[in-house]
C-alpha cells in the first residue's frame, strides 16, 4: 500500500517538476538590476531574448537591419562604486559577424560616449576587464580600444567607470560615430538604462 502510495505520488511530481524547468527556460525574468530601453523606432527594437546557453537569464538586444547589439549593464562591489557596461555585437540576425567584400563591419569604442544626468562619464573600454580589489584605481587592464577595428575579430566591448549609482540616475550611452558598415556611418539609437521593474516575459518578446 505504502509502496503503491509513493508511486503515484511520483507520477504527480514528474510534470510539476518539468513545468517548473519550462517556467525557468521560457519565461525567465531578466535578473539584471537595469534593463536596456530606447526611444520608438521603425528600424530599431528591443528584444529581450536568450543571451547565455541557459537562456537564464534573459537580457536585452538593441535590433536593426544590419547589426545587433546586447546590452547589460552591472555595478561591480569592490572598493568605491564601480559600474561596467558591457555590449556584444552581432549582425542583425543576431549571428557572429563575418566581414567580406560586401560587408565590412567596423567599430570605434572610443567614439562611444555615456552620459549620466546629462553629463559626461570618463570610461576606460577593453575587451577583456580585470578588477583588482586590492588596488581599486587600476580597475581595467588593456590595452584599452582606442582606434578603429573590425568587429569580426572582437566583438565584446566593457566600458567601466566609477560613480556612486543609486537608482534614479538617466545612464544613456550614445554611439555617435563608433559604428560603420562598408565605411558608412550607422546611425544606431541611443540607448537607455533604467532601473529593472519589469514583469516576467517569454524569451523573444520585443519591448
Known sequence: MI??????????????VFLCILSLQGCAASQHEYRA??????DWKLLEDCGYESCYPL???????????????????????????????????RQEIINS???????????????IDNKKIAYKVASKPIFYNSNPSRVLIGPELLDTYRIDKMNNYSFVFEYPITQNEDIVMKFNDAFKLNGKKMEVPTIYFKKNQDKPKKAGTYR
Open 3 to 16: 509502496k503503491k502510495c509513493l508511486m503515484i505520488k511520483s507520477r504527480l511530481l514528474v510534470p510539476l
Open 37 to 42: 530601453y530606447t526611444v520608438n523606432n521603425s
Open 59 to 93: 537580457v536585452d538586444f538593441l535590433t536593426g537591419k544590419d547589426i545587433a547589439i546586447r546590452a547589460v549593464l552591472t555595478k561591480i562591489n569592490i572598493s568605491g562604486y564601480f559600474v561596467m557596461i558591457s555590449i556584444t555585437v552581432y549582425n542583425g540576425h
Open 101 to 115: 567584400s560586401d560587408h565590412l563591419y567596423e567599430i570605434k569604442p572610443s567614439d562611444i560616449s555615456i552620459e
